[in-house]
């Protein structure tokens, strides 16, 4: 459990609505006390915790997991505030897969795996 504990998640592209599956990410990460921030252009909260503006670019320390949900072209104009926050590894969930982010990612020795959270999650894999 405590391994869990330290792998504090920036969830990008949050949402407030519970039919999304970036909304699900933050249920399943809750569930496995995994710590997470959410963060996109969207208001609103999950989970109790209000969604960061990620126009701001926030100053965030202890990044262990990016998972995106976003799709390559959203994430064009953040990918250096994502970089900049130096996590050891990058989820590209389906559909925000992002060849040349992870290339770049790579570079910095971060993680990149293309696949899903809520797999991960559920399955122990995370």
Known sequence: MEAEKNKTTLIAGATPDPTRYAYTAAVFLDRAHIPFIPISIKNGTVLGKDILPLGNKPALQGIHTITLY?????QQEWEDYFLSL???RIIFNPGAENPSLKERAEKQGIECINGCTLVMVSS???
């Open 70 to 74: 976003l799709n390559a072209g959203n």
């Open 86 to 88: 130096a996590p050891q």
């Open 124 to 126: 122990g894999q995370y």
